[in-house]
Nanobody
Framework: VQLVESGGGLVQAGGSLRLSCAAS????????IGWFRQAPGQGREGVSC????????YYADSVKGRFTISVDNAKNMVYLQMNALKTEDTAVYYC?????????????????????RGKGTRVTVSS
């Protein structure tokens, strides 16, 4: 099983980035796919998730209206489009998957409740 993130980098505040997550080794469409992030010196936060059970998306209040999650089941890819980035979005972003197919675990920020986790991609937003 692999979840491989890409697309991180350095961007100025107000800019955009699109993170990608390539999944392999499991039945992708049966899982909920979520993004966590960990800012320097802070704990992990569940940022966004898309549910395979009903296709609904979850966004943390801190990113609602700025981030959009999408999935390409044919390619086993998940994307996180991040717009209007703020310095407080600076973090390592992790792609995760949970077999329940629901985003509850992400919404509750339960990192160890996820079945699979990637190694992360770093996003740095400068002022």
């Amino acid at each position: 099983v692999q979840l491989v993130e890409s697309g991180g980098g350095l961007v100025q505040a107000g800019g955009s980035l699109r993170l990608s997550c390539a999944a392999s080794g499991f039945t992708f469409k049966d899982y909920a796919i979520g993004w966590f992030r960990q800012a320097p010196g802070q704990g992990r936060e569940g940022v966004s998730c898309i549910s395979s059970s009903d296709g609904t998306a979850y966004y943390a209040d801190s990113v609602k209206g700025r981030f959009t999650i999408s999935v390409d089941n044919a390619k086993n890819m998940v994307y996180l489009q991040m717009n209007a980035l703020k310095t407080e979005d600076t973090a390592v972003y992790y792609c995760t998957a949970v077999s329940s197919g629901r985003c509850t675990v992400v919404r509750l920020g339960l990192w160890y409740g996820m079945d699979y986790r990637g190694k992360g991609t770093r996003v740095t937003v400068s002022s």
